[in-house]
Structures are given as C-alpha cells and as structure tokens.
C-alpha cells in the first residue's frame, strides 16, 4: 500500500517532527508514504470561522492534490473530521443553493479515504502493537473532533497499551474539551483559559510525565497552559510515541 500523509497547516508550520514521526512509524510497517508537495490547508479555519465559501476552492484543490491515492493518513483528528464530515456538507449546500453537483462529486473521492492515523492503524492496517517503545508514564486526552467528529473510541488507547515500557494512566474528565477550538481560544479567550487550566489539573493530578493526544492542536494549547501553570509534564502527539523504539527512542 501506498499512502499520501495530509501534514496539516499546523504540524507543517509547528511541529515537523511529528510529520516525521508519522512517515517512520508507517515505514516501519511495511507502508510506502507520499508527502504531495502541492498540499495545502484543508479550509477547516476558514470554514468553521463563517467563510464557507473561501473553503471551497481550498477543498477543491485538497481533492485534486489526493484523489489519486489508496488512502490519504493526516495526525490530526480536526483536520480529518473537515475531509469526512464537513466536506459532504459543502457539498450539500452548495447543491442546495442552486449551483449543482460540482463540488460535490469534486470533494467525494477523498471523503472514504481520509483516515487519522490511529483509525488507519487500527482499522486499514489491523494493528495495535507497532512495535513501539516508550518508558513513560503518560495519560491521554482525546479531542473533541477524533471523540465525536471520527468516532475514534478506544483505538488511540488500545495502541498505547501495546506500547512497551509504557504506563497508561486515567484522566479525570478526559471527555472534556481543552478549550482550543480553534478562533474560539481567540474569541472567547477567559473561558477558553479556564477550560485549559481545568484540563492541565486534571492531568496533572494522575502524576504522568506525559500528556499525550492525537491533535497537535490541543496539545499547542494544552501546553500553552502548562507552561504557564509551570507544571513538569509534557504534551507529545501520540504518532511520537507510537514512532518511538528500543534503537531509536523519542525523548
């Protein structure tokens, strides 16, 4: 199989190495991985701002970019929710305002075949142990978009029990939401702090090292928040330690 990894506006711009996490985990199963340079943002920013018809020509250009594809893996959850629930939507809008099946036919090809990466791994691949290695203690937030957007369940869990040496502890409240959402941290910004404070204490309390998720999204406000709690712990994007072996251990 050969894939294309969807990096996303934020783990391009802010945190390659999850990126590349993600390419030598897949390596390492057996996976070949394109990363289509004419990859752009997927219009979940503008989209969920308002600007829905910015989002189009930026959906269409997704569409022409991994049509051709088996699969199209993306570690984000957010932006994995914009490709499967929010794009049939464009396109039933747009055909509800009167301009056609264009753009719904455009964006329906990638639809089926836009996994997050714990969903690719669990449920194309059929794995839980990758072979991973990881000696820490470490608890995990699923966020709101891989917990109700993809349905993503117990498969980020089931994948982080495999791992060896590490330690998974429960999170009180984990189902709460960190408070990011996007413009909202922006738009409504005291409870968006309060939100975070409340999920780092939470975190905190289980004493784990690590905090860990399957959107670096969250984790950019999470660990916001942590810094400035000057909490010990660590926010890491799940494909880091899934990516992480004996030979070559992540930090």
Not at 15 to 27: F, I, N, Q, S, W
Not at 82 to 99: H, Q, T
Not at 124 to 135: C, I, S
Not at 149 to 170: C, I, Q, S, W
Request: glycine share 10%; with cysteine.
């Amino acid at each position: 199989m050969r894939v294309a990894l969807f990096l996303t506006c934020v783990n391009d711009t802010l945190y390659p190495d999850t990126g590349r996490a993600v390419v030598k985990l897949l390596t390492r199963l057996g996976v070949g991985v394109d990363f289509p340079m004419a990859q752009t943002c997927c219009g979940q920013a503008h989209y969920n701002t308002g600007y829905r018809h910015e989002a189009e020509p930026l959906a269409r250009h997704f569409s022409d970019v991994f049509e051709d594809y088996e699969a199209i893996v993306t570690p984000s959850g957010s932006c994995g929710a914009m490709v499967r629930e929010l794009y049939p939507r464009m396109g039933e809008r747009a055909r509800a305002e009167g301009r056609g099946d264009t753009l719904a036919a455009t964006l329906a090809p990638v639809v089926p075949k836009t996994y997050e990466l714990t969903e690719f791994l669990v449920d194309v691949l059929g794995v839980t142990d990758v072979g991973a290695y990881y000696p820490h203690t470490v608890t995990y937030h699923p966020t709101c978009h891989g917990l109700r957007g993809l349905g993503l369940g117990d498969r980020p869990r089931r994948l982080l029990e495999a791992v060896k040496g590490l330690e998974l502890v429960e999170l009180p409240g984990a189902e709460e939401c960190c408070g990011f959402g996007g413009t909202f941290a922006l738009k409504n910004s005291d409870v968006s702090a309060a939100m975070g404070a409340d999920k780092v204490r939470n975190a905190e309390s289980t004493g784990a090292e690590v905090l860990c998720a399957a959107d670096n999204s969250c984790l950019m406000h999470i660990g916001g928040t942590m810094t400035r709690l000057r909490t010990g712990m660590r926010p890491v994007h799940i494909a880091e330690i899934l990516a992480s072996t004996e030979e070559e251990p992540a930090a």
